[in-house]
């Protein structure tokens, strides 16, 4: 199964980037340009919560819904239910470094469907961008939370 990971630090506490991760309006702040996200329904960071929205890769709308999971103030875990790929579970974890300091892991494990279906998320959920999408939301985590201190 393919995997997909990440670190890096914000200069905040853990609580302030544990609530940056919390806010309802989290998945559009994170989602770069070009990729637009609608969303469904997304309701306080729960345990059991469930996340609807649709991302459009400009004219592909592509429907998902995930369902969090191991929700703590050290992070959560968010589980495709119905998406593009066969599956896709999302770790996120946060730990203090120090006293202001917290690193953030991410942690994707995925599989490609087969057939056409495939071909197309092989596309979307190719590896370079990936990574662009994760120096992005770095760069919005960063600001984000240094915003909120």
Not at 50 to 55: E, G, N, S
Not at 78 to 83: L, N
Request: overall charge positive.
């Amino acid at each position: 199964m393919p995997t997909f990971e990440t670190s890096f630090t914000v200069n905040a506490p853990i609580e302030a980037v544990a609530a940056f991760h919390g806010e309802t309006s989290i998945l559009k702040k994170l989602s770069p340009p070009p990729l637009f996200v609608q969303i469904h329904e997304f309701g306080a960071m729960e345990e059991g919560m469930v996340a609807k929205f649709t991302m459009w890769f400009g004219p592909v709308p592509v429907y998902w819904e995930a369902i969090h999971s191991n929700v703590t103030a050290n992070g959560f875990t968010d589980t495709q239910r119905i998406g593009p790929l066969k599956s896709w579970q999302h770790n996120h974890r946060f730990v203090a470094e120090r006293e202001n300091v917290t690193r953030i892991y991410e942690l994707i494990q995925y599989e490609h469907p087969p057939g056409w279906r495939g071909l197309l998320t092989r596309l979307l959920f190719a590896k370079p961008g990936l990574h662009f999408l994760f120096l992005y939301r770095k760069w919005v985590t960063r600001r984000g939370v240094a915003a909120t201190d």
